[in-house]
């Protein structure tokens, strides 16, 4: 079985200052993962993700996530915020030791940027 | 380019009616995917066609019926539908639903049920 937990609803960081965006999996093979964001209104985008190979991941608008396998996390980070990157962000999972290849979504975290 | 495109972008319907939502990829790819979103909340999976044929359906209603006329086009018609029914559709695709692809989402088709 695959699960992603988001355990953040809400991130609020300040304009200029890094920002980190939580997130755990389990699976029970290896894990291909997954972080989108979404605008209002809007469908998700693909950030990055992480299949295999170096655990930092570098990805779209200056965003990158840490694969770290003893703690199954994936946070997604970005040194300085900008106002604009305030969304919806969804981590996902797939589990490539036999469970669905159907990702699963976490609940997702709502960042906001203060100017 | 990576583009998912889906039309209407807005449908307000009635109960009793019947419409359809579209969905296009020139990508190649094989997989497609219909998910249901409400606000703030994670893509509920309903429908997933692979190489064209419909490979899950997570116990969807009859009221939404899919339909993949070619690999680059993707429909979901609907027909008496619920208020609890209006959500975002998204429609997305990869290159094949076994591989390490990255989906792609469209911009979603907002739908309100009167």
């Known amino acids: 079985a695959q699960s992603v937990a988001q355990p953040e609803d809400q991130v609020n960081v300040a304009e200029g200052n890094p920002l980190t965006v939580k997130c755990t999996y389990s699976?029970?093979?290896?894990?291909?993962l997954f972080w989108y964001v979404q605008y209002p209104n809007r469908g998700l985008q693909f950030l990055l993700k992480?299949?295999?190979?170096?655990?930092l991941v570098k990805g779209s608008y200056g965003f990158e996530a840490e694969f770290n396998k003893s703690q199954t996390s994936f946070h997604l980070k970005k040194p300085s915020a900008l106002v604009s990157d305030s969304a919806l962000y969804f981590c996902?999972?797939?589990?490539?030791?036999?469970?669905?290849?159907?990702?699963?979504f976490g609940r997702g975290t709502s960042l906001i940027v203060h100017p | 380019d990576t583009e998912v495109t889906q039309t209407p972008k807005h449908l307000v319907m009635g109960m009793t009616n019947k419409k359809s939502l579209k969905c296009e990829q020139h990508?190649?790819?094989?997989?497609m995917y219909w998910y249901k979103q409400k606000a703030k909340k994670p893509p509920e999976l309903m429908f997933v066609?692979?190489?064209?044929?419909?490979?899950i359906n997570e116990s969807v209603p009859s009221r939404f019926s899919p339909e993949c006329p070619n690999s680059s086009l993707l429909n979901l018609h609907l027909h008496a539908l619920q208020p609890e029914d209006s959500a975002l559709y998204l429609c997305?695709?990869?290159?094949?639903?076994?591989?390490?692809?990255?989906?792609?989402f469209g911009p979603g088709t907002r739908l309100t049920v009167l």
């Open positions: 997305a695709s990869s290159q094949d639903p076994a591989s390490t692809d990255t989906q792609y």
């Open positions: 699976v029970s093979g290896n894990p291909y």
């Open positions: 992480y299949i295999t190979g170096d655990n």
């Open positions: 996902a999972v797939r589990d490539m030791g036999g469970g669905s290849y159907i990702p699963t």
């Open positions: 990508m190649g790819h094989r997989a």
């Open positions: 066609y692979s190489y064209e044929k419909l490979s």
